[in-house]
């Protein structure tokens, strides 16, 4: 658990950078700071691996206030992805993923086995990439290699800022994923930075909003998404805001739902014995007899949900996107996307 009490980092020149900040992040948690530039949070993020002192305040990390642990066995604790993560050029890849395990004197061949091991955790095969030089990646694939350095020697913290947003949407999204699912598996507490909603909405367990140096609001990302605190907050939301509770038709999943997903494969081999599945000749979906509808394991919405629920649902499942069922047929599937594209349109015709 990081806990951060009345912190306030006042620069020389007497910017405060971060005013009075109070914040748990607790063990094993993805936590997003968002917020717009300046807001504080890479001098946040820096304060907890002492890369910035506070001016005033108390951070700990469990127990231990960060002042009083030695600082070497601190970092040690703590890994550090930044958006450009500097490769060190003239080292092979497995060699830039292993600098902090050589510097700890592990053994040879536990840092071959451990190079491999998270070559394959970022989704890039050892034996193509281990011996590579940086310059022959690409930037997506460095990015990967940033992410595997700091996992190295399994600190129990990593932080994240801002990583993925020199990249090109695709990798974006890709690494996105990654990580996610990554977490879920080695439960690591991620502190991770950005500016982008849509990545803090998909990535955070918790996400924590930023102004002026302060929090303005710290919350699930549907608590944000239905409840959000102020008018700054809204904004930065934006056309992505929820509404809540409303049974109106604006505010049924039906009209928003994707009828050519991609998204729909998975589950319909899933449940392969149940359906039966055309598509027209343009691929999308034919209207697909749905047999068990009212089996209660079966991973469905119907399209008289709302956003909220669906949305609700997505985050319960853990999937991206699920199919949509009416009149026992799958119409389609209905994903984040589609709900975030679904609030905005929604907030448009609403003004
Ligand atoms: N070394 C510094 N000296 C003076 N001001 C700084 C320094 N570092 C950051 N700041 C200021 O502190 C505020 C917060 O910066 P930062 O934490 O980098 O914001 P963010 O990461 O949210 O964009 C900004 O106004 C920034 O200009
Ligand atoms: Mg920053």
């Not at 127990?63 to 003239?90: E, T």
């Not at 500016?195 to 140096?213: S, T, V, Y």
């Not at 409303?246 to 998204?263: L, M, P």
């Amino acid at each position: 658990m990081i806990t951060f009490e009345g912190v306030t980092k006042t620069f020389a020149d007497g910017t405060k950078g971060v005013d009075n900040l109070s914040l748990t992040i607790n063990s094993g948690e993805f936590f997003v700071l968002i917020g717009p530039s300046g807001c504080g949070k890479t001098t946040t993020m820096k304060m907890i691996n002492r890369l910035i002192d506070p001016t005033e305040g108390v951070i700990k990390i469990d127990d231990d206030r960060v002042q009083d642990v030695n600082i070497n066995k601190l970092r040690w604790n703590i890994g550090y992805v930044l958006q450009q993560i500097a490769l060190f050029p003239n080292m092979t890849i497995a060699e830039n993923i292993a600098v902090v395990p050589e510097m700890m004197k592990w053994k040879k061949t536990e840092i071959q086995s451990r190079v491999d091991e998270l070559l394959n955790m970022v989704g890039l095969k050892p034996e193509q990439f281990r011996d590579r030089m940086p310059n022959e990646l690409s930037g997506g694939q460095q990015q990967r290699i940033g992410v595997a350095r700091a996992l190295a020697w399994n600190p129990n913290i990593i932080l994240m800022d801002e990583p993925f947003s020199a990249l090109d949407p695709i990798s974006r999204e890709q690494l996105q994923e990654d990580i996610r699912n990554l977490q879920k598996e080695i439960k690591k507490t991620i502190v991770f930075v950005t500016h982008d909603m849509d990545e803090a909405l998909h990535l955070g367990e918790k996400i924590c909003m930023m102004r002026d140096g302060a929090a303005v609001q710290i919350g699930t990302p549907e608590e944000l998404l239905t409840n959000p605190k102020d008018e700054f907050v809204q904004q930065f939301i934006g056309s992505r805001a929820l509404k809540k509770g409303k049974t109106s038709s604006e505010n049924k999943i039906r009209s928003f739902i994707n009828k050519s997903s991609s998204y729909l494969r998975p589950e319909i081999d899933e449940l392969d014995e149940q359906l039966q599945f055309t598509t027209k000749p343009d691929g999308s979906l034919n209207q697909t007899y749905f047999q068990s509808v009212h089996r209660t394991d079966v991973q469905a919405v119907s399209g008289d949900y709302t956003a909220k629920d669906a949305y609700t649902t997505l985050q319960k499942l853990e999937i991206p996107a699920i199919p949509v069922v009416e009149d026992e047929m799958i119409i389609g599937t209905i994903s984040y996307e589609d709900l975030a594209r679904m609030a905005a349109e929604g907030s448009v015709a609403s003004k």
